[in-house]
């Protein structure tokens, strides 16, 4: 393609290719309008917009790496997937905690993506409508292919947009139903005491969160990796039967950390974790007193100090976020003008 006849619909997906994040604002709407088709609505959206980016990605790797077998290139789209599903997903919590609608939509597209590298690299065409029942499929949605096909014919695509004005319950539930999917709660066929036993740890955090709101940050990294890795190899084993065992040896070199780089990402947050603390006795300590005393003063500081942490790490997130992608496209244009 060179790129002169483009159709500007085609080339600005292209152009945010990089950010879930931006998708995700684009596809909430579509789950307002029909929020009874959340998992539905998504995974034809998925389909529609990553489907061509999932070949052309597949393409430039191979085109990169000649040389490297199925299995290489497998591992390859699941650590792609699984940093993108942390990168994308993990901004909640405290003063962010009404992002999580949109991070939660994000990680799932991120997950998504993954899923139809996968299927490329298996010779299945990422943008057949088979795909999105393969996504509901794997997302435990629906328990076969042809019960989700025969669903799929009762949802409307591109549903007109909403603009979120639906009862609180129901946008609640859904954000719910969003972590089961991503693997926060526990999904499944499970008791009501395994369902509450299961969600016990993440409604602690979500609470913990809500004072220091930077621990959601290390927490859902590792969650997200987790289910993330999980649903790569699930995907191999229904794309490609018998070749996860690869994946499965490998999957504690997946997404792993160089030395340095982790232990700095490791202090950064607890150097934001453990500031609201000091601040917060140093406050109390030296006898400066807002209300209740020395606790009152406490909490106040440690609330206040924690909020300007997490928003000082927000603002340089996405700050790093947006180099990135400019980067990205220049380099995207650079590759088209050759």
């Known amino acids: 393609m060179n790129g002169g006849g483009r159709n500007p619909e085609e080339s600005r997906p292209a152009r945010t290719a990089g950010s879930a994040t931006v998708e995700a604002q684009a596809l909430l709407p579509m789950i307002w309008a029909d929020p009874q088709h959340m998992p539905e609505q998504l995974a034809f959206f998925a389909v529609r917009r990553f489907g061509p980016r999932a070949a052309a990605s597949v393409a430039r790797r191979k085109q990169g ?26 901004v909640l919590g405290g003063p962010f905690i009404v992002l999580m609608p949109v991070s939660f939509v994000a990680a799932l597209l991120a997950q998504a993506r993954m899923v139809l590298e996968l299927a490329v690299l298996s010779g299945h065409d990422p943008r057949s409508e088979q795909r999105v029942a393969d996504l509901l499929v794997l997302q435990d949605v629906y328990p076969s292919t042809e019960e989700a096909t025969e669903a799929l014919n009762e949802v409307k695509r591109r ?6 004005r639906i009862p609180r319950r129901t946008r609640w539930s ?4 969003m972590a089961a999917i991503l693997g926060l709660l526990g999904g499944g066929k499970q008791s009501t005491f395994q369902r509450v036993v299961s969600s016990a740890p993440i409604v602690v955090l979500f609470l913990v969160g809500m004072v220091l709101p930077l621990i959601w940050v290390p927490a859902l990294a590792v969650i997200y990796r ?17 070749a996860a065992g690869d994946v499965l040896r490998h999957r504690k070199r997946i997404v792993h950390m160089p030395g340095t780089a982790g232990l700095a990402a490791v202090l950064r947050v607890l150097a934001f974790a453990v500031a609201p603390f000091a601040a917060a006795v140093a406050a109390a300590a030296a006898g400066f007193r807002l209300a209740g005393g020395f606790w009152g003063t406490f909490l106040l500081v440690l609330v206040a100090v924690s909020l300007i942490a997490a928003s000082l790490w927000f603002v340089r997130r996405r700050s790093r976020r947006r180099e990135e992608e400019h980067a990205g496209d220049q380099q995207e244009h650079a590759g088209d003008e050759e």
């Not at 549903?159 to 979120?164: F, L, V």
């Not at 859904?174 to 139903?177: D, F, G, N, P, T």
């Open 226 to 242: 987790k289910n993330t890795l999980r649903l790569g190899v699930k995907a191999v084993q229904y794309y490609t039967p018998g």
């Open 65 to 90: 790496r000649p040389a490297a077998g199925d299995d290489e290139l497998r591992q390859e789209a699941i650590t792609h997937g699984t940093r993108m599903t942390i990168a994308d997903g993990a």
């Open 174 to 177: 859904l954000v719910v139903r």
């Open 159 to 164: 549903p007109p947009g909403g603009r979120g």
